[in-house]
């Protein structure tokens, strides 16, 4: 049995007709009552250039905030594509858990990776954050970085809620914020008996997922997340590297909590 959001050959052009998605686009200018719109910049560039499509041709797009639309193309120039929404419709497959990724800043392109396999996976949101023992750092261009890669995650889930990736904040705003999330759970390397069954709960409503730097933390840091209501889980027997270990703890979690049925 194929899944209903299966991919066709890159010949078709009839997606809609089949029950098929082969490309998805970003068009956060889209909203329900839009009848027609033009698009430009990357996207438009992607669609024509790249994908070479013609007027005629259906696509869909989502606007990154739940909804997810139908359009065929009617008009195709230089630097604009002008679509026509044929119809929309709430996205169905996001997470019925909103599940947050605090990961601590990391070295070179590490976050980028943890960025793009959350947002496929189902992350609504991503607080990267600075601990003591943090040696990356987190530029504004790095920042932006951050952004696209969140939206191209989306894209390849065929996913409608684009996960909104926050300005890195210091280890104590991140502790303080604690208490706005039912259940705080944190990966950590020297928690050798708690697993995650044991520190999450299917029924509850939002998760919030910290996952240390490559250094790991402090006796101290880990003493204030306890004291916050932060409860320590293993991963396992194996160690892993910082950015493994936020995708395989994002994983469990969402199976967890059913999100990945």
């Given at each position: 049995?194929?899944?209903p959001n299966r991919y066709p050959s890159r010949g078709?052009?009839?997606?809609?007709?089949?029950?098929?998605?082969?490309?998805?686009?970003?068009?956060?200018?889209?909203?329900?009552?839009?009848?027609?719109t033009d698009l430009s910049g990357a996207e438009a560039r992607h669609m024509m250039k790249v994908l070479r499509y013609q007027p005629g041709d259906e696509v869909y797009a989502t606007?990154?905030?739940?909804?997810?639309?139908r359009l065929i193309i009617r008009r195709v120039q230089p630097n604009k594509v002008t679509l026509e929404v044929c119809s929309v419709r709430a996205g169905e497959r996001e997470p019925k858990h909103p599940l947050t990724l605090a990961p601590a800043v990391l070295k070179g392109d590490k976050l980028s990776q943890v960025?793009?396999?959350?947002?496929?996976?189902?992350?609504?949101?991503?607080i990267p954050f600075r601990s003591a023992r943090v040696v990356g750092r987190l530029s504004e261009t790095k920042y932006r970085r951050l952004r696209q890669?969140?939206?191209?995650?989306?894209?390849?889930?065929?996913?409608?809620?684009?996960?909104?990736?926050?300005?890195?904040?210091?280890?104590?705003e991140l502790v303080a914020d604690f208490p706005h999330y039912e259940r705080v759970?944190?990966?950590?390397?020297?928690?050798?008996?708690?697993?995650?069954?044991?520190?999450?709960?299917?029924?509850?409503?939002?998760?919030?997922?910290?996952?240390?730097?490559?250094?790991?933390?402090?006796?101290?840091?880990?003493?204030?997340?306890?004291?916050?209501?932060?409860?320590?889980f293993t991963l396992g027997p194996r160690r892993f590297r910082a950015e493994t270990a936020a995708i395989a703890a994002v994983t469990l979690c969402l199976a967890r909590l059913g999100d990945l049925q």
């Amino acid at each position: 049995m194929q899944h209903p959001n299966r991919y066709p050959s890159r010949g078709s052009r009839n997606a809609g007709r089949n029950n098929f998605i082969m490309e998805y686009f970003y068009i956060p200018e889209l909203k329900p009552g839009t009848a027609v719109t033009d698009l430009s910049g990357a996207e438009a560039r992607h669609m024509m250039k790249v994908l070479r499509y013609q007027p005629g041709d259906e696509v869909y797009a989502t606007n990154g905030r739940g909804q997810e639309f139908r359009l065929i193309i009617r008009r195709v120039q230089p630097n604009k594509v002008t679509l026509e929404v044929c119809s929309v419709r709430a996205g169905e497959r996001e997470p019925k858990h909103p599940l947050t990724l605090a990961p601590a800043v990391l070295k070179g392109d590490k976050l980028s990776q943890v960025v793009e396999a959350a947002a496929e996976l189902g992350v609504k949101e991503i607080i990267p954050f600075r601990s003591a023992r943090v040696v990356g750092r987190l530029s504004e261009t790095k920042y932006r970085r951050l952004r696209q890669v969140a939206v191209s995650g989306m894209k390849t889930a065929l996913r409608t809620v684009l996960p909104e990736v926050r300005p890195a904040r210091e280890f104590s705003e991140l502790v303080a914020d604690f208490p706005h999330y039912e259940r705080v759970v944190v990966a950590y390397e020297e928690e050798r008996v708690r697993r995650l069954e044991e520190v999450l709960e299917p029924a509850v409503e939002s998760v919030l997922v910290v996952i240390g730097p490559e250094g790991g933390f402090t006796p101290e840091e880990v003493a204030a997340m306890s004291a916050a209501g932060a409860r320590l889980f293993t991963l396992g027997p194996r160690r892993f590297r910082a950015e493994t270990a936020a995708i395989a703890a994002v994983t469990l979690c969402l199976a967890r909590l059913g999100d990945l049925q």
